[in-house]
């Protein structure tokens, strides 16, 4: 069995790896140039689905409410309201799908919440991963940490359903072939 902390770090770096891939699907845009619709809409569904239902669904139902404790208590306030801008940004590229062209104000306003985003998210995974996970692991039995994971399992089946975690990594290679690699001296 898993540890569940380590679990949310390694999901963590999946995020980190498409904030990557986010930000120079941005800088493309930013710069007129064609995005394929597909790989933005890959790119919604995988924050809508892995990053928001099934990995801050564990934070938000599983884990937040096992640690939750006066010394944590703020903390854990501040990370729900940064889920919920998270949210806000990913809504406000997904309403600009349906209009996108290159160089038109949808697209501009799709790269405006992506790297509303990428900062979002990059100063959150930091406070997750150095504050309230080092708190978590240390309060929280193997026992407790055994429960949390088989939470987690069940949540990840229900919630996104089976393979789909496979599928959305296997996006992230794509993605990171298609606009990391080629892109590597920037």
């Not at 800088?27 to 569904?45: H, M, S, T, Y």
């Not at 306003?109 to 504050?131: D, F, S, V, W």
């Not at 399992?153 to 296997?170: C, F, M, N, P, W």
Request: proline share 3%.
């Amino acid at each position: 069995m898993t540890n569940p902390i380590t679990d949310l770090i390694d999901e963590h770096g999946g995020i980190m790896l498409m904030l990557q891939i986010i930000k120079q699907v941005s800088r493309q845009i930013k710069q007129g140039e064609a995005v394929p619709i597909e790989d933005l809409e890959k790119i919604v569904e995988f924050l809508r689905e892995f990053a928001d239902k099934c990995h801050h669904g564990k934070e938000e139902g599983i884990l937040f409410p096992q640690i939750s404790q006066p010394e944590t208590n703020q903390l854990i306030n501040d990370l729900l309201g940064e889920h919920k801008a998270g949210r806000d940004y990913i809504r406000g590229m997904a309403e600009s799908l349906a209009s996108y062209q290159p160089g038109n104000a949808d697209a501009v306003h799709i790269a405006l919440n992506a790297e509303g985003y990428i900062t979002l998210l990059t100063t959150h995974i930091q406070k997750e991963n150095t504050l309230l996970f080092t708190e978590a692991e240390a309060s929280l039995s193997p026992t407790k940490q055994q429960e949390i994971e088989q939470q987690f399992e069940t949540l990840e089946r229900d919630v996104i359903g089976a393979g789909k975690h496979e599928q959305y990594h296997s996006w992230i290679d794509q993605l990171q072939h298609k606009y990391l690699n080629q892109h590597t001296s920037e």
